[in-house]
């Protein structure tokens, strides 16, 4: 099955710098990766999604970026907030969604320093 | 419009009892499925329905059951609960099968076990 690696597990930037996190993905077969947003006491929020179609896709201030060749993709916050601070999930699937749902990554706690 | 309505937010049980949670999911959304979430293990698929039909399983024993109502609403259900059942269980609504489509999880119920 699909197997999704997310880094880092911790990231603490300073207000108004931008923040990076990385996965990759192991079936070449996937062609949907979503991004969770997750703050306490709530369930998973989806943030910001890409298909395979697709290199690279911006909603204000959030971006994600895909390369298939290698397998890994990006999400980009620029000008980060502090209610930017939360977990951030990846996830993939194959088309139809998979037998196993979305995969998800172990997740990224975002720090955001005032 | 109403969200994904989970219930109840916290369960305590002792091992060995049974507990039935419960998703009601966005009107109009026909398919729900069910992740277990733990620090150790992150977000790992339990299983989905669409349509009254359980469409996919995930890697768990068959202590861990679910049903999908014909209004869609959905419940699962855990028998001879274990220490290591102790999670928050989310609900997932999407409006077509597969996770491709993107979720609208719920608050997640928090199932502890003594």
């Known amino acids: 099955g699909e197997n999704v690696e997310q880094h880092p597990s911790t990231l603490s930037v300073q207000e108004g710098d931008s923040a990076v996190i990385k996965c990759t993905y192991s079936?070449?077969?996937?062609?949907?990766f979503p991004w969770y947003k997750q703050e306490l006491g709530k369930g998973p929020q989806l943030i910001i999604d890409?298909?395979?179609?697709?290199g690279e896709k911006k909603d204000q201030r959030i971006a994600v970026t895909l390369n298939k060749t290698a397998k890994h993709f990006s999400l980009h916050i620029t000008e980060t907030q502090p209610e930017d601070s939360a977990v951030y999930f990846c996830a993939a699937t194959t088309p139809g969604g998979g037998a196993d749902g979305l995969t998800f990554g172990k997740g990224t706690h975002l720090i955001i320093q005032p | 419009k109403a969200g994904v309505t989970q219930t109840p937010r916290y369960l305590i049980k002792t091992r060995g009892q049974q507990v039935t949670l419960s998703c009601s999911p966005i009107s109009g959304h026909r398919s729900v499925s069910w992740y277990q979430q733990t620090p150790g293990q992150g977000l790992q698929f339990l299983f989905e329905y669409f349509s009254e039909t359980q469409r996919n399983k995930g890697n768990f024993p068959g202590r861990f059951s679910g049903r999908q109502f014909s209004n869609s609403r959905s419940e699962m259900n855990v028998s001879t609960l274990e220490l290591g059942d102790s999670a928050l269980y989310l609900c997932?609504?999407?409006?077509?099968?597969?996770?491709?489509?993107?979720?609208?999880f719920g608050s997640g119920t928090r199932l502890t076990v003594v």
């Open positions: 997932a609504s999407s409006p077509r099968t597969g996770g491709d489509r993107g979720y609208t």
């Open positions: 890409i298909r395979s179609n697709v």
């Open positions: 079936d070449s077969a996937s062609n949907y």
